[in-house]
């Protein structure tokens, strides 16, 4: 747990400004969301798979030509198991066709975004609050991302319901903006979000 240790770096100033590459912008959201009265303003999120990752990374596919085809038909069998489970890349996995297994099999995902109904609507807030202390979150990535599909996760976008025979929709029509899950979409609504696309 490296949450104790940032906060003891953090207390030695009145203001903190957070930087989260790729999975280190989950850590950061995990950390902002657990972290009672902390002390950070802005969080800036770098090509950090925030929505998710769902298939196989693009570059991946360059070298191994089958991969696309089986992360679309069967992977998920594989990721929402136990074993699945116990490799880091695989707990922000999400796979919209099975969000029933997401919910119940995700080691980490689900309860970072709030989304786990046995969880007590008083810790759920208690989390949200803490995510909503930030002042600014900046949000970067591009189009010329090739690791996280899709690229748009980083900016909160994501794929339908319909996985990848639907389409990928902006942060503003995804289910974690619009139930304002851990209130992105009020942080949104109050000026405190910032997306900048990189080419």
């Known amino acids: 747990?490296?949450?104790?240790?940032?906060?003891?770096?953090?207390?030695?100033?009145?203001?903190?400004?957070?930087?989260?590459?790729?999975?280190?912008?989950?850590?950061?959201?995990g950390m902002l969301e657990e972290w009672d009265e902390h002390n950070v303003e802005m969080f800036i999120s770098l090509a950090s798979p925030q929505a998710g990752v769902y298939g196989a990374p693009p570059l991946a596919e360059n070298f191994i030509p089958f991969l696309d085809w089986y992360s679309k038909t069967t992977i998920y069998k594989i990721i929402y198991t136990s074993?699945?489970?116990?490799f880091a890349l695989f707990n922000y996995y999400f796979d919209p066709t099975h969000y029933d297994l997401h919910l119940e099999k995700s080691?980490?995902?689900p309860a970072l975004n709030n989304e786990l109904a046995d969880?007590?609507?008083?810790?759920?807030?208690?989390?949200?609050?803490?995510?909503?202390?930030?002042?600014?979150?900046?949000?970067?990535g591009g189009n010329s991302e090739d690791v996280i599909d899709p690229w748009q996760s980083t900016m909160f976008g994501y794929y339908t319901e319909e996985g990848f025979d639907g389409e990928v929709v902006p942060m503003e029509e995804t289910m974690l903006y619009k139930e304002d899950l851990f209130g992105l979409r009020t942080l949104d609504e109050r000026g405190g979000v910032v997306s900048t696309q990189s080419t």
């Open 107 to 109: 080691a980490f995902f």
């Open 83 to 86: 074993l699945g489970q116990s």
């Open 119 to 140: 969880v007590e609507e008083a810790e759920k807030l208690r989390k949200k609050n803490n995510f909503l202390k930030l002042k600014k979150l900046v949000l970067i």
């Open 1 to 29: 747990d490296i949450l104790p240790r940032v906060k003891k770096i953090a207390a030695q100033y009145d203001k903190v400004i957070a930087v989260g590459y790729s999975q280190g912008g989950l850590i950061w959201r």
